[in-house]
């Protein structure tokens, strides 16, 4: 029990006004930053590094830790309410979220979308607090070929996600990893299909197609439906909040799967945006409603949202322990961390205990405190919804703008995202399904990166998947997830037989 | 009801306040530009900037010249040495292309600066994008980073012969040698003590200093050239060992790193036997076209960040060699280290084709 006193010791240190400030100022900036798309956590906490400074390292670590988990709390916001995910990992929430906002169910699928967040952050906490040593070593058994099976998992459970022709949905992936392989790349070091114009060197962002396919996708759709908004303005007070958190504990299995893959795949590090995609992919696969997802099911909002949280705060064990960053915001901290004079890594733990567990206990207050700033905000946010559409649509659009450009600063990132939307606009229209192209942006590169070092690594061997238990069995329960329809049906036929 | 009318005023006042002190919170990023231009002490007669700073790393956020950066723009805000802000911009794509083309387009403006690292020199020979140093105006050099080899100290070799010697007896393409990026300084160093030792290693290429050393401690890689500040928190939790800094000499920083060593402790390669030495330009350039009082300005600026406490902690921590040069002595060695590289990229078969 030597980590329960040196929590209590942790919450002690947390527990001073000016800290408790800090902490509030950080979760209102943090979700002002989620909401909006392209302003990512990352950017963030990089505009505001510097103006810590001058403050403690541990208030300082205590403020931009909350902007970061608003910043999780706050990308489900625009996903449920205009099927623009304000966050990468936030995406695969706008699938079952905004139907239910069309429903008329906006207040509950946010207060499902953050209690899920809530819960996924808890559970990663508590096993921060309990197995940091042990998950950080695990961390460590992750090499090239342990990568690529994570990705490729990550792929398979998603496989089958498009109601309709699986070819729509090969297609859509096959333009999404052609996008993603424009620009610089990592194993050559030679840019990729530019065609000499150097303002693709950047790629293709991934945000930016987001913004584009789904925001102004939509925009376009609901203009041709004669501007007519959708989304059925609903009875709106925090009553909502109550009955769908009585709804909620009957999704327990979903929750408990979607935070073992959060908390797995923030450590190793996957990062809270492939979590996501996987923990909904499992969903809907084991759920007995699975059939039903991308039609407004709760299940399809928690599991996201809980898989996201649960990921996003893991990814900072292994920036603390290992010095690595589980993900770009973390990867910004690491930065912090350093100018103030701390070196993360193996002896963090040891030399700077009031630091280390200042944190962690910041990061059990700070998610309730962002809970319930954004619980009371629930019928505020719904509220948008009421707004007629010939009014917030522009609006929208000048938002979207604004978001793509901050991802590079770069102009021609407006276009890009004005012929993402038109591109948007005709995957809908055709019934093509979009989730497996921004999968395979997202991920794509990374995948590629990974194969080619493994194949570096093991000369064009591919025997190396199968090389020890770790990645062997990564891989073999992808390859299950990938066959699975087919499995089911030849398990069915013999019991049939 | 007069006492209770000034109760409840008072009460909406601290209502109000507290209003007040988030707002200011939220707009913070903004004011702290404002706040220092009232707070700025008057600066010695010249040129000064007349907007915000724009100052571009060529790199990705969390890497060495962006921390590098940070550092400065914070130890710049911390102690008022400029009255304009300064706001850092990472534009990393095609290997730090985008930055240096950024500034090369802003020609004569003399609100934009860029920190360099070797992808100055390695980025257009290795991609053909049409930019070179001379397209940009020289300020000065803050500092050269080091390289060190590393080996995982679970392995048996004590020494840089002891471990070159097994990769040899090894055979070609057996030993993995992990690096930042491909065709940039990690993979020239690589190929450099290739061809010294008689040894052939499989590069393998990651996106970042930091996945290295991760992947060395794993053993998922055989060794590495990582920078001192990207692998020390392992060198000191006894995860990793140095075996030489590919330099002509010993690093100067005497006090203990380690349980039992210091940067100091640490042998040349040179006196280990592998002579291979490599340092990376941390330097500062601007745009061209720019006056030589605006050049002057940031060279004096830089002049009193060396000055500060923070930044000669910085260079022990990472270890910097902290070579201070500008003016004409600067821009000479820039064009040394330049035909250096492009003799190294030669040699190495990494040059683009035209």
Redesign the interface.
Same mark, same amino acid.
């Given at each position: 029990m030597l980590e329960l006193s040196a929590l209590f010791h942790g919450f002690a240190v947390v527990l001073s006004p000016f800290n408790m %400030?800090l902490m %509030? /100022?950080g979760i209102?900036?943090g979700v002002?930053i989620g909401v909006l798309p392209g302003l990512g956590g990352?950017n963030g906490v990089?505009?505001?590094?510097? $103006?810590t400074?001058?403050m403690p390292p541990t208030s300082a670590i205590i403020m931009l830790s909350c902007i970061y988990w608003g910043a999780l709390f706050g990308g489900a916001i625009t996903s449920v309410l205009f099927n623009i995910p304000g966050e990468p990992w936030s995406v695969a929430t706008t699938f079952d979220g905004y139907p239910m906002a069309q429903q008329g169910r906006a207040g509950e699928a946010l207060t499902a979308a953050f209690t899920s967040s809530f819960v996924g952050a808890f559970f990663a906490v508590l096993m921060i607090t309990f197995l940091a040593p042990l998950v950080a070593r695990f961390a460590?058994?992750? @090499?090239?070929p342990e990568f690529f099976a994570v990705y490729l998992l990550t792929f398979c459970s998603f496989i089958g996600m498009g109601k309709g022709s699986p070819f729509k949905t090969l297609a859509s992936m096959m333009l999404g990893f052609a996008l993603a392989a424009v620009?610089?790349?990592?194993?050559?070091? !030679? $840019?990729r299909l530019t065609f000499g114009f150097?303002d693709l060197?950047? @790629?293709f962002d991934f945000l930016i197609a987001v913004i584009g396919l789904f925001g102004i996708g939509e925009i376009l759709l609901s203009m041709e439906e004669g501007l007519s908004f959708t989304g059925k303005t609903a009875k709106i007070d925090l009553k909502v909040v109550i009955s769908t958190w009585k709804k909620l504990p009957a999704y327990w299995l979903t929750s408990l799967r979607s935070t073992l893959i959060g908390i797995w795949m923030g450590i190793t590090p996957g990062g809270a945006t492939p979590a996501s995609f996987m923990s909904y992919g499992v969903a809907k696969r084991m759920s007995k409603d699975g059939g039903k997802f991308g039609s407004g099911q709760i299940e399809g909002v928690i599991a996201p949202e809980t898989a996201a949280h649960a990921a996003g705060t893991s990814a900072l064990l292994p920036m603390l322990a290992? @010095? /690595?960053?589980g993900s770009?915001t973390a990867?910004?901290l690491? @930065?912090g961390l350093?100018?103030w004079?701390l !070196?993360?890594?193996? %002896?963090?733990f040891v030399e700077q205990k009031d630091f280390v567990w200042g944190l962690i206990a910041s990061m059990y207050l700070g998610n309730l405190a962002g809970l319930i700033v954004v619980l009371t905000c629930v019928p505020l946010f719904a509220a948008i919804l009421r707004v007629p559409f010939s009014i917030i649509a522009p609006v929208i659009v000048v938002i979207c703008a604004i978001g793509a450009y901050t991802v590079?600063?770069a102009m021609l990132d407006i276009w890009f995202m004005m012929l993402f939307g038109v591109m948007g606009y005709f995957f809908k229209k055709l019934d093509y399904p979009l989730a497996p192209l921004v999968l395979a942006l997202v991920l794509g590169d990374r995948a590629e990166?990974s194969f080619r !070092?493994t194949m $570096?690594?093991s !000369?064009g061997d591919l025997r190396i998947f199968y090389s020890n238990w770790l990645v062997g069995s990564i891989t073999g329960l992808a390859l299950m997830m990938l066959f699975w329809p087919v499995l089911s049906k030849v398990i069915g036929r013999l019991r049939d037989a | 009801m007069t006492q209770k009318t000034t109760a409840t005023r008072a009460g909406n006042r601290s209502v109000l306040l507290r209003r007040i002190c988030l707002g200011a919170g939220i707009a913070g990023a903004a004011i702290v530009g404002a706040a220092i231009v009232g707070a700025a002490p008057a600066l010695a007669a010249g040129w000064e900037p007349t907007k915000p700073v724009e100052f571009i790393v060529p790199a990705g956020t969390g890497g060495g010249a962006d921390q590098m950066a940070r550092l400065l723009q914070g130890i710049i805000t911390k102690n008022n040495l400029m009255k304009q802000p300064m706001i850092v911009v990472n534009k990393s794509a095609g290997a730090g292309a985008e930055g240096f083309l950024a500034i090369k387009e802003a020609k004569g403006d003399p609100n934009k600066i860029v920190i360099t690292l070797s992808n100055l020199f390695t980025t257009p020979l290795a991609t053909g994008v049409p930019f070179n140093w001379k397209d940009l105006t020289p300020v000065a050099m803050l500092a050269l980073d080091q390289f060190v080899l590393w080996v995982n100290a679970d392995t048996p070799y004590k020494t840089a012969k002891e471990y070159l010697d097994a990769a040899k007896a090894a055979g070609p393409n057996k030993f993995k040698m992990g690096g930042t990026g491909s065709k940039q300084e990690d993979q020239i160093i690589t190929v450099a003590v290739e061809k010294a030792a008689g040894v052939k290693f499989i590069y393998v290429p990651f996106k970042g200093g930091g996945d290295v050393a991760v992947q060395l401690v794993g053993k998922h890689i055989d060794s590495s050239v990582n920078n001192p500040i990207e692998a020390v928190a392992q060198w000191r939790a006894g995860q990793l060992r140095a075996l030489c800094v590919f330099d002509g000499e010993r690093m100067p920083y005497k006090s203990k790193v380690t349980a039992t060593m210091s940067w100091n402790d640490i042998p040349s390669c040179k006196e280990a036997g592998v002579g291979v030495d490599y340092l990376m330009l941390r330097g500062i350039f601007m745009p061209a076209g720019v006056t030589k009082e605006q050049v002057d300005f940031y060279v004096d600026l830089f002049k009193k960040v060396r000055e500060t406490a923070e930044w000669k902690k910085f260079m022990e921590d990472g270890a910097f060699n902290a070579t201070f040069m500008s003016g004409p002595e600067f821009t000479k060695w820039v064009e040394k280290t330049e035909s250096t590289h492009k003799d190294l990229m030669r040699e190495a078969g990494f040059l683009a084709k035209p």
């Open positions: %400030l %509030l /100022i209102v900036l002002i990352a990089a505009i505001l590094l510097p $103006l400074f001058t460590l058994k992750f @090499g090239p620009g610089m790349d990592t194993v050559t070091g !030679q $840019l150097h060197m950047r @790629g290992l @010095g /690595i960053p770009p990867a910004v690491l @930065g350093l100018i004079g !070196q993360p890594g193996p %002896l963090l590079h600063n990166d !070092q $570096l690594i !000369q | -």
